[in-house]
């Protein structure tokens, strides 16, 4: 069945015969009661037996483990409490002392950070590729401590969407197991186990829940035999679904494929007009012409480039500062994949510590902008824009 079908007819374990709900039951308990010493002893062995504890595994949560591992055509999935909860288990739960991690230069800034930790106190050496050179993976693989590749389907803010076919493929030759978040591309617009990856990760936070009101985090993974290995390791670090917090993601991902549609039709139209005026001097979308990864993009990315965007303004640091202080319609806060648009300034926000030449090092204009596009119609969003400009 196609993903539009799938999203709606999320997994729903039956739990009465002759009639069941057509919602996920919300089991809220944190624990199960069993009637047979026996009985609870054998639920413990692994992570697929009856429910016994909520840390090792929920119904609700369970649903929509399941749902995720059917969006994107894996095996199974471990649900987190956030996307750095589930980026976090799956490197604690597969690296150890003295191993390498071959890694994407233009990763989420909390990924980032996590592989800085593991490098200074574990031990765990990290080197840093493009992400568009096949050839440039290849040579730091040589090396016999590599364990893994962490790539991103489509980074942020630059928009790169690195070579993931053949990286992908040049990991699998070379006994490297591949990571991939795909939380700005969603199972809507790219599939990277189908495309030959190990592990995909999510925020869940983002476009799977969609509504701005959910911290959540999801590996989805091709073999079941990697997702029982990893999946003790995330019972003791903890940082596991809340059966709510899976209950909201489960409501947000019916409409997934529908807001993905309307995320990226804004998007485009947007990058295309803020292209065109002359205070705008850059515009970063992967699938606007002239964008570095556009080629790639067109071929990893199906219907759409996805719905988060920036642009660098002319006026600078001064004239990024007053736009995200004059939308009205868009809010200025930091997250993204939500219905409604935000918008950011990092030279005046999160990276407001950095002088001119740290900026630069950092690959971020003082007049860079960036704007998750929501699903308001696109003439508000653009009149919004524009007004924001103008007064800057
Ligand atoms: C937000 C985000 C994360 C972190 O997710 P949380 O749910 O905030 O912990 C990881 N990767 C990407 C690409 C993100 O956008």
């Avoid at 591992?69 to 150890?96: N, Q, T």
């Avoid at 890694?103 to 980032?112: E, F, I, K």
């Amino acid at each position: 069945m196609e993903l539009d079908t799938r999203a709606v007819h999320v997994f729903n374990e039956a739990f009465q015969e002759g009639s069941w709900p057509l919602s996920v039951p919300l089991v809220q308990s944190s624990a199960f009661a069993f009637s047979s010493a026996d009985e609870l002893a054998e639920a413990m062995a692994g992570p697929d037996g009856r429910y016994v504890y909520s840390r090792r595994g929920n119904p609700t949560v369970r649903a929509l483990e399941q749902t995720l591992a059917g969006l994107e055509g894996g095996a199974g999935a471990i649900a987190f409490a956030s996307g750095m909860g589930a980026i976090s288990g799956v490197l604690l739960a597969l690296l150890k002392p003295g191993d390498r991690v071959v890694a994407q230069r233009c990763l989420y800034g909390g990924t980032y950070a996590v592989l800085s930790d593991l490098a200074a106190r574990y031990g765990i050496h990290v080197t840093y590729i493009s992400g568009d050179d096949v050839a440039e993976f290849e040579a730091a693989a040589q090396h016999p401590a590599t364990r893994l590749l962490v790539l991103e389907t489509i980074a942020n803010p630059t928009g790169q969407v690195p070579e993931l076919p053949g990286l992908l493929a040049a990991a699998r030759r070379t006994g490297v197991t591949s990571v991939v978040d795909n939380s700005l591309a969603s199972p809507v617009l790219c599939r990277p186990l189908e495309l030959g990856a190990d592990v995909v990760v999510h925020s869940t936070t983002k476009y799977l829940s969609g509504h701005s009101d959910v911290l959540g985090g999801a590996a989805v993974f091709a073999d079941d035999a990697l997702r029982r290995a990893v999946w003790p390791r995330t019972v003791e670090l903890g940082a596991c679904a809340d059966p709510f917090a899976a209950w909201l993601t489960l409501r947000g991902i019916p409409t997934l494929p529908l807001r993905m549609r309307a995320h990226c039709a804004g998007a485009a139209a947007l990058a295309e007009r803020l292209a065109a005026r002359p205070d705008v001097t850059a515009v970063h979308y992967p699938w606007l012409a002239g964008h570095p990864s556009y080629a790639t993009a067109r071929k990893v990315l199906a219907g759409g480039g996805g719905g988060l965007l920036s642009f660098e303004l002319a006026g600078g640091r001064e004239a990024g500062r007053a736009f995200i202080e004059g939308v009205r319609v868009a809010k200025l806060a930091l997250s993204l994949g939500g219905v409604e648009s935000l918008v950011t300034h990092p030279a005046s926000t999160s990276h407001r510590e950095l002088d001119a030449e740290a900026l630069a090092a950092a690959g971020i204009a003082p007049g860079l902008v960036r704007m998750s596009v929501g699903i308001e119609d696109v003439e508000d969003l653009w009149a919004d824009i524009q007004q924001a400009l103008d007064w800057g």
